[in-house]
């Protein structure tokens, strides 16, 4: 059985010796939060244990797109005219609960659903209960919440652990302007829900963009100190579909944190050991916390553990990184567990040290956030 296509459409973003399974000097500025195994990385690729790379990192958190449709169209996303993946190209729900499987059986703890718009996928709530039933640790969805309110509490039943919404915005105009459909008081209102069912504490995604959001930083930040959800400020990343990222339209997160601190003072948690990419910060007077995910100006790479399954079943180690290794193929010729653990496990020891986005090598990767799943 072959080990599945490896599609490597474009020169990877950091030199790598592809005839050697030993690291290469890297390319690419060391990382902040660097691993201090990465001198200690194994020669040859393990065929048993957890999902290794080359820098010693083991891959416990599996994201997986159920769909790279979207109700929406944010315009740090998606294009108006988006092309969507022909339906037949999906994984079926037994494809996914397979593949989930077999992670699962390497090491894999932690699931995220996400697209694409997961919840415009039908029968989202029967492929919950059917990955709960793996028995994974947590299975968290991240959602634009248009459709959430109504599916919160089966979603809850179903074993749904968690719930990230995306939200730009707490002024109605602008909500509408930078995710061009839906309304702030539908999502506000899903977030009641989504307590209400249980799925708490919840986390609010904010994108800010440079002369279009950045002045709600503060509105956010008095929105987690009153309601107790955790806001999380992202950097608009080399990731939109119509290629109009620029590093002059970014909010960095040190900024953020300026602002915020400048107004209630903010203290960092301590979380040793730390693999999510959210710096969190709670405020000293005891309200609340927020999170800065600054993915741009302050990489993370050195402690990433995740792992993508597009919707269109490829394994794609990293968002900036064009390797994709495609399952979807294998799946459908009768493939072995096995042949998935291969791909699974040559995905992983193919990955780069970084994303290596500040540096002049960069290309932007060919897929953009909503066809590789956010
Ligand atoms: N549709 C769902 C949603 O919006 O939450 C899930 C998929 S979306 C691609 C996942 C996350 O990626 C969202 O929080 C969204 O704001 C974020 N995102 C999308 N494009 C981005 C970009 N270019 N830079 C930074 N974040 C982005
Ligand atoms: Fe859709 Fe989410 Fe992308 Fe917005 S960020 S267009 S809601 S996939």
Redesign the pocket.
Known sequence: MSDGAISQTREPHAERDASSTTPVALSVKPHRRASSALSTSPPIMPDSGPLLDTYGRVHSDLRISITDR?N?R?V??MSEDMQFQPREQLLSFDELERVARVARDLGVTSIRL?????LVRRGVVELVARLAALDFEDIAL???ATRLAPLAAPLKAAGLTRV???C?SLRPERFASIRRRGDLATVLAAMDEAESAGLSPLKV?V?LLRGINDDEILDFARFARETGRLVRF???????AQGE?DRERLVPGREVFDVVNAAWRIEPIDEPGRVAPAERFRFADGRGEIGLISTVTEPFCGTCNRLRLTADGSIRNCLFSDDEHSLRRLLREGCEDADIERVLRRAVWAKFPGHAINEPEFLRPHRS??MI??
């Open positions: 979207c929406l944010c740090y996303c996400t697209g694409g718009e997961p991240t959602t634009n990230n919404i995306s730009d995604n994108v992202i950097e608009f990343m080399p990731l939109d990222w956030m909503s799943g956010g």
